[in-house]
């Protein structure tokens, strides 16, 4: 199925659908969020409002494809003071380490102050964990020295099929939630 979908990277209608389907599932935690906050105290009504603002931010990042502007301006920095020629360790730490980092202080995040949460609506804990392996994976391309270990795992003909994944299981949480 995946080698059916065209690269998100390279198709306008791809990326399109993406787009909308980042914002259709915005539009759905932002209804979870209107539900829960007229509920119970125990609603969870503000993961309802930051799982749908970091899906509207995944959204603009997708629609204005910020990770090549952050790209070219890094780039252009390290040109810019001669830095460029060895830029291989601020790759591993933007590509590797930061994504690493920003993992474990999510699991740490979620594991105390999101337990409850992700204990109720655990189909939203695998949806965002696929959405943060994608991400992750994407980010390691920075890297040059893994792009043969991503072509060896055939990253590149499921990436497309687990951000789809991630994003349904999220819009589904999302509309199963009461």
């Given at each position: 199925?995946?080698?059916?979908?065209?690269?998100?990277?390279?198709?306008?209608?791809?990326?399109?659908?993406?787009?909308?389907?980042?914002?259709?599932?915005?539009?759905c935690?932002?209804?979870?969020?209107?539900?829960?906050?007229?509920?119970?105290?125990?609603?969870?009504?503000?993961w309802?409002?930051?799982?749908?603002?970091?899906?509207?931010?995944?959204?603009?990042?997708?629609?204005?494809?910020?990770?090549?502007?952050?790209e070219?301006?890094?780039?252009?920095?390290?040109?810019?003071?001669?830095?460029?020629?060895?830029?291989?360790?601020?790759?591993?730490?933007?590509?590797?380490?930061?994504?690493?980092?920003?993992?474990?202080?999510?699991g740490?995040?979620?594991?105390?102050?999101?337990?409850?949460?992700?204990?109720?609506?655990?189909?939203a804990?695998?949806g965002?964990?696929?959405?943060?392996?994608?991400?992750?994976?994407?980010?390691?391309?920075?890297w040059?020295?893994?792009?043969?270990?991503?072509?060896?795992?055939?990253?590149?003909?499921?990436?497309?099929?687990?951000?789809?994944?991630?994003?349904?299981?999220?819009?589904?949480?999302?509309?199963?939630?009461?």
């Open positions: 199925m995946a080698l059916l979908l065209p690269d998100p990277e390279h198709s306008t209608a791809a990326g399109s659908i993406l787009v909308s389907g980042y914002l259709a599932a915005a539009l935690w932002l209804f979870a969020y209107r539900r829960a906050r007229l509920g119970s105290a125990q609603s969870f009504s503000n309802w409002l930051l799982g749908a603002l970091l899906l509207f931010l995944l959204a603009l990042n997708k629609a204005f494809n910020l990770r090549s502007e952050f070219a301006g890094i780039r252009a920095l390290a040109k810019a003071e001669n830095w460029y020629d060895r830029r291989q360790p601020v790759q591993f730490a933007l590509a590797i380490v930061l994504p690493f980092v920003l993992a474990l202080l999510t740490a995040f979620l594991a105390t102050k999101g337990r409850s949460f992700v204990r109720c609506h655990p189909l804990l695998a965002w964990v696929l959405l943060l392996l994608y991400l992750s994976l994407r980010q390691t391309q920075e040059k020295p893994v792009l043969p270990w991503l072509s060896s795992i055939r990253y590149y003909d499921w990436r497309s099929a687990l951000e789809a994944a991630g994003m349904l299981m999220v819009v589904l949480a999302a509309l199963i939630a009461h």
